[in-house]
C-alpha cells in the first residue's frame, strides 16, 4: 500500500528540510509544494500579500493531482505542504487509507527568527503572522515538535510510522 506524507506547518516550520530528509531515508520522492505555485501567487506572496483561499484552490487541486497519480501508481511519496486549514487537508486528502499528515509545530518567535534569516524566498516573515492566524491545527496528524535537530525530528516521524511502513525495528 503507498503512502503519501503531507509534512505540514506554517512557513519556515523546517517542512522542506525534514521532507528532503525523510524521502532520502525513506527513499521516496520528495516534492515541495512551494514549487507547484502559480506565479501570481509567488508574486502576491513576495510583495508581502497573503494568499486567500481562492488563491490557494487551484494549487491545492494540484498538489491533489499529484497526490493522487502516486496513490494510482502504487508510489510512496513525501510532500511538503503548509495545509494550514482543515478545508485545505481536506482537499489534498484524496484517500485517507494512503496519507498521513505530520504536523511540524513551533513556537512564532522561533519560525520568525529562522524566517529572517532565510535568503531568496518568497514568503516573507511579515507574513508569518497571518499564517498562525489562520492555522487550524490537525486532529489526526502526527504532531513533532521542530525544537530538536531535523535528524531527531526524521527520527521520530519514522518511529511514529513504523507500523504503516512495514519495517522492523
Excluded at 93 to 121: M, N, P, W
Excluded at 141 to 155: C, K, M, R
Aim: negative net charge.
Amino acid at each position: 500500500m503507498p503512502l503519501v506524507l503531507i509534512i505540514m506547518g506554517v512557513s519556515g516550520c523546517g517542512k522542506t528540510t525534514i521532507g528532503r530528509l525523510l524521502s532520502a531515508t525513506l527513499d521516496w520522492p520528495f516534492f515541495d509544494a512551494d514549487d507547484f505555485h502559480p506565479p501570481a501567487n509567488v508574486k502576491k506572496m513576495g510583495a508581502g500579500t497573503p494568499l486567500t483561499d481562492q488563491d490557494r484552490l487551484p494549487w491545492l487541486k494540484t498538489l491533489a493531482t499529484k497526490v493522487q497519480e502516486h496513490i494510482d501508481q502504487n508510489q510512496p511519496m513525501v510532500l511538503a505542504c503548509s495545509a494550514l486549514k482543515d478545508a485545505y487537508r481536506q482537499v489534498l486528502c484524496v484517500d485517507s487509507k494512503h496519507i498521513q499528515f505530520v504536523y511540524l509545530k513551533g513556537d512564532f518567535h522561533l519560525i520568525t527568527l529562522r524566517l529572517q534569516a532565510r535568503e531568496d524566498h518568497f514568503m516573507k516573515a511579515s507574513l508569518l503572522q497571518s499564517q498562525f492566524d489562520g492555522l487550524e491545527e490537525p486532529e489526526d496528524a502526527i504532531v513533532v515538535s521542530i525544537n530538536p535537530s531535523p535528524f531527531d525530528i526524521v527520527e521520530t516521524i519514522r518511529t511514529s510510522l513504523e507500523s504503516r511502513l512495514n519495517t522492523p525495528n
